[in-house]
């Protein structure tokens, strides 16, 4: 700790809105003033600074940074408030002009926010926005944090190259670049020995890691499946068409990659994909599919997809449904197309109604969940690993699967994050949110 920080005993608040991504940059921006002195506000208590990191994938993300901003400036009407992330970095003036926001700091100075508040409180100034162009950005800033649950957070990769017409994540986020194979080994390695049973491996666009360090996402996973005292990863959100099947093989036998997969496809349209400048086609979507399920037939596999894109006509997304209905996959994580400034997407000509997208939103949500429950149903009988979570209210306490099903089981506070605890799957609970543990095993 630093005994002469100016933020010693300053009390703080958090809060994080988008992606995983974020949240672990948040906790290791935590971590940092944790060790100049800096506390956790608990329950009512007024803050004395507040740090919101914010997203900007669509317009809704962008209006929930701003009520969001505003609440905590009421909340804690005397509290310094400090607003990095997406939002900060495409929108910083918006930002700013924001009543109470004291300090924005775009995606380059978000990790080097301790340094930056230290010299704003000292410098008395009344707001400050402090922003690096991306194209200036080359640097990539670790983080490996532990969410609120059993799990951590390992930001392997930062930025975007594909500049898909309808995103902004490449101007909120600069370039692809990321960590070495031996510094993520190090970091795995660092959780194992704070008890870490489950590592989620998180970027923004993983499957391009190594860019910037000549290795490859294949390396990567092949590196940290050998660190002993990791129970499992969980690999998030990678492109169809950097998931190669030499890749899908090996976690196929691996020890500890779980069988569970997150890929966006975001239309089973082709012409809707060109308009996206999407890098792959639905045949390639779907050859994806097929290899992991011949060598993986329990994998979880969830699915991104956007609907009333600008050019969406209804035979486009009639053909995009019934791509998505056809495919062996688990769920759908559905967006509702958003305009975006600076995108080119802009550009296209059709446009869809309000009405139109609540509609097609509504029947690819309802695809979902049907795909959901046919996927448990199908599990129903097995024998899977589980790790379990704290409960929350009630005498329940949930876990997940090593392919993502949810599981209950009455309390039992020696299961929590405990190893080589197996289930049998039962039937669904009430809710149909989750199966029930019908017998339990653990090893000794």
Same mark, same amino acid.
């Given at each position: 700790?630093?005994?002469?920080?100016?933020?010693?005993?300053?009390?703080?608040?958090?809060?994080?809105?988008?992606?995983?991504?974020?949240?672990?940059?948040?906790?290791?921006?935590?971590?940092?003033?944790?060790?100049?002195?800096?506390?956790?506000?608990?329950?009512?208590?007024?803050?004395?600074?507040?740090?919101?990191?914010?997203?900007?994938?669509?317009?809704?993300?962008?209006?929930?940074?701003?009520?969001?901003?505003?609440?905590?400036?009421?909340?804690?009407?005397?509290?310094?408030?400090?607003?990095?992330?997406?939002? @900060?970095? =495409?929108? !910083? #003036?918006?930002?700013?002009? /924001? %009543?109470?926001?004291? &300090?924005?700091?775009?995606?380059?100075?978000?990790?080097?926010?301790?340094?930056?508040?230290? @010299?704003? =409180?000292? !410098? #008395?100034?009344?707001?400050? /926005? %402090?922003?690096?162009? &991306?194209?200036?950005?080359?640097?990539?800033?670790?983080?490996?944090?532990?969410?609120?649950?059993?799990?951590?957070?390992?930001?392997?990769?930062?930025?975007? %190259?594909?500049?898909?017409?309808?995103?902004?994540?490449?101007?909120?986020?600069?370039?692809?670049?990321?960590?070495?194979?031996?510094?993520?080994?190090?970091?795995?390695?660092?959780?194992?020995?704070?008890?870490?049973?489950?590592?989620?491996?998180?970027?923004?666009?993983?499957?391009?890691?190594?860019?910037?360090?000549?290795?490859?996402?294949?390396?990567?996973?092949?590196?940290?499946?050998?660190?002993?005292?990791?129970?499992?990863?969980?690999?998030?959100?990678?492109?169809?068409?950097?998931?190669?099947?030499?890749?899908?093989?090996?976690?196929?036998?691996?020890?500890?990659?779980?069988?569970?997969?997150?890929?966006?496809?975001?239309?089973?349209?082709?012409?809707?994909?060109?308009?996206?400048?999407?890098?792959?086609?639905?045949?390639?979507?779907?050859?994806?599919?097929?290899?992991?399920?011949?060598?993986?037939?329990?994998?979880?596999?969830?699915?991104?997809?956007?609907?009333?894109?600008?050019?969406?006509?209804?035979?486009?997304?009639?053909?995009?449904?019934?791509?998505?209905?056809?495919?062996?996959?688990?769920?759908?994580?559905?967006?509702?197309?958003?305009?975006?400034?600076?995108?080119?997407?802009?550009?296209?000509?059709?446009?869809?109604?309000?009405?139109?997208?609540?509609?097609?939103?509504?029947?690819?949500?309802?695809?979902?969940?049907?795909?959901?429950?046919?996927?448990?149903?199908?599990?129903?009988?097995?024998?899977?690993?589980?790790?379990?979570?704290?409960?929350?209210?009630?005498?329940?306490?949930?876990?997940?699967?090593?392919?993502?099903?949810?599981?209950?089981?009455?309390?039992?506070?020696?299961?929590?994050?405990?190893?080589?605890?197996?289930?049998?799957?039962?039937?669904?609970?009430?809710?149909?949110?989750?199966?029930?543990?019908?017998?339990?095993?653990?090893?000794?």
């Amino acid at each position: 700790m630093t005994e002469d920080s100016i933020l010693k005993n300053k009390k703080v608040v958090y809060y994080t809105l988008g992606c995983k991504l974020n949240f672990a940059e948040t906790s290791t921006i935590g971590k940092m003033l944790a060790l100049r002195g800096v506390v956790k506000a608990k329950g009512d208590e007024q803050a004395d600074v507040c740090i919101i990191n914010t997203c900007s994938v669509t317009e809704l993300a962008d209006k929930k940074c701003r009520q969001t901003i505003r609440s905590f400036a009421r909340q804690h009407p005397n509290a310094y408030v400090v607003v990095t992330g997406c939002y @900060a970095q =495409l929108k !910083s #003036e918006e930002v700013g002009a /924001i %009543d109470g926001v004291d &300090l924005v700091l775009g995606a380059a100075e978000k990790m080097d926010l301790p340094d930056k508040l230290e @010299a704003f =409180l000292q !410098s #008395e100034r009344e707001l400050e /926005i %402090d922003t690096t162009p &991306l194209a200036e950005i080359k640097d990539f800033a670790p983080s490996c944090s532990r969410g609120d649950r059993t799990r951590y957070f390992l930001k392997v990769q930062d930025g975007c %190259d594909y500049y898909c017409s309808y995103c902004t994540i490449p101007f909120a986020r600069g370039r692809s670049r990321n960590g070495s194979i031996a510094s993520m080994v190090e970091q795995a390695k660092q959780v194992a020995e704070e008890g870490g049973k489950e590592i989620v491996i998180t970027g923004v666009n993983i499957g391009d890691f190594g860019k910037t360090t000549g290795e490859s996402f294949l390396d990567l996973i092949k590196a940290l499946d050998e660190v002993e005292g990791i129970e499992r990863y969980r690999i998030s959100s990678i492109e169809p068409d950097l998931l190669t099947d030499e890749a899908i093989e090996f976690i196929a036998t691996s020890k500890r990659i779980a069988p569970h997969f997150h890929i966006p496809l975001q239309s089973g349209s082709d012409e809707v994909l060109k308009i996206m400048r999407r890098h792959y086609d639905k045949e390639l979507f779907c050859s994806k599919i097929k290899k992991i399920k011949e060598v993986m037939p329990d994998a979880f596999i969830g699915v991104d997809l956007i609907v009333g894109m600008r050019g969406e006509t209804e035979p486009l997304f009639a053909e995009s449904f019934a791509t998505v209905e056809g495919l062996d996959i688990s769920q759908l994580h559905v967006f509702t197309y958003s305009e975006r400034p600076g995108t080119r997407a802009l550009k296209i000509e059709h446009v869809v109604t309000p009405q139109e997208k609540h509609d097609r939103c509504t029947r690819m949500l309802n695809l979902s969940e049907k795909k959901r429950l046919a996927f448990y149903k199908s599990q129903i009988g097995k024998c899977r690993p589980v790790l379990f979570e704290q409960p929350g209210h009630g005498f329940l306490m949930h876990g997940f699967t090593d392919n993502y099903i949810r599981v209950e089981m009455p309390y039992d506070k020696s299961l929590v994050n405990c190893s080589g605890v197996k289930v049998l799957l039962g039937d669904f609970n009430e809710e149909k949110s989750a199966l029930k543990v019908e017998k339990l095993f653990i090893e000794e």
